[in-house]
């Protein structure tokens, strides 16, 4: 990795992967067992995506993501007892146990959820883009997402109005391949890359799939 990271801090990173994944194969388990109530989407396999983004955003900086939150609400630095307690419906949960697997956040980590509806926090991102644009502060917005959700209406108008008005959004696409269970190829007649040709963005960072995490079916499952 050349980002000229100390080991200590490298290592630092790599505690946190495991402990992502570590908290995903506990909620499974409790999952299983019907503990938790509603949906649980897990985040194993993309642990170094979170990890990473993370470790490049200032803390300041604002967080909008899809419903595979759990492991960017870790790296984000919220408690991990407190992510499990939510998990559970406790009302000691990130959010006072209301939200469940899909609906982290935390004011005070500018973590703004956790969306269970596809595509629905762009808007809100590029909303708080607009916002720190305004007000002219001196924050970024880092929005996440998976690739099935370049096929949303969302995706089209938010990168649309971001890239008008030159906004301190960053979209983030987590590229697994599959939209849940259904494969890219299976939905739509070209590549997700290609989507960001219809706007007036910068292009993807190589940060690929095989450089960074593996796609597992099991990541899918629930
Ligand atoms: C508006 C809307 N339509 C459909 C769904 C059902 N749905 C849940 S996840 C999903 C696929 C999302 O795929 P992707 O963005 O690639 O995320 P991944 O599961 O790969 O992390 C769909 C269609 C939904 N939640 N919201
Ligand atoms: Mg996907």
Redesign the pocket.
């Known amino acids: 990795m050349e980002m000229g990271l100390l080991p200590d801090e490298l290592l630092a990173l790599y505690r946190q992967m495991v402990l992502i994944r570590r908290l995903e194969e506990k909620s499974t388990q409790l999952y299983t067992a019907g503990q938790i109530g509603g949906f649980l989407?897990l985040y194993i396999g993309?642990e170094a995506i979170a990890v990473g983004a993370c470790k490049a955003i200032h803390p300041d900086d604002h967080l909008f993501t899809?419903?595979?939150d759990h492991g960017w609400a870790i790296a984000r630095g919220l408690d991990p007892g407190r992510i499990l307690a939510e998990l559970l419906g406790k009302a000691t949960g990130v959010s006072g146990g209301k939200g469940g697997s899909m609906h982290m956040a935390s004011a005070e980590h500018h973590y703004w959820g956790g969306h269970?509806?596809?595509?629905?926090h762009l808007p809100l991102a590029t909303g708080v883009g607009l916002a720190v644009q305004y007000r002219e502060e001196d924050q970024a917005v880092l929005c996440v997402?998976?690739?099935?959700?370049?096929n949303?209406g969302y995706f089209h108008e938010s990168l649309n109005l971001a890239a008008l008005w030159k906004l301190p959004v960053v979209f983030l696409v987590?590229?697994?391949?599959?939209?849940?269970g259904?494969q890219v190829a299976r939905r739509q007649p070209c590549p997700t890359s290609l989507r960001r040709d219809v706007h007036t963005i910068s292009p993807a960072l190589p940060l690929t799939d095989k450089t960074f995490w593996k796609f597992t079916p099991e990541s899918?499952r629930h």
């Open positions: 989407h993309e899809a419903y595979r269970a509806i596809v595509g629905a997402l998976g690739e099935g959700t370049t949303i987590e590229n697994n391949q599959y939209g849940m259904t899918t």
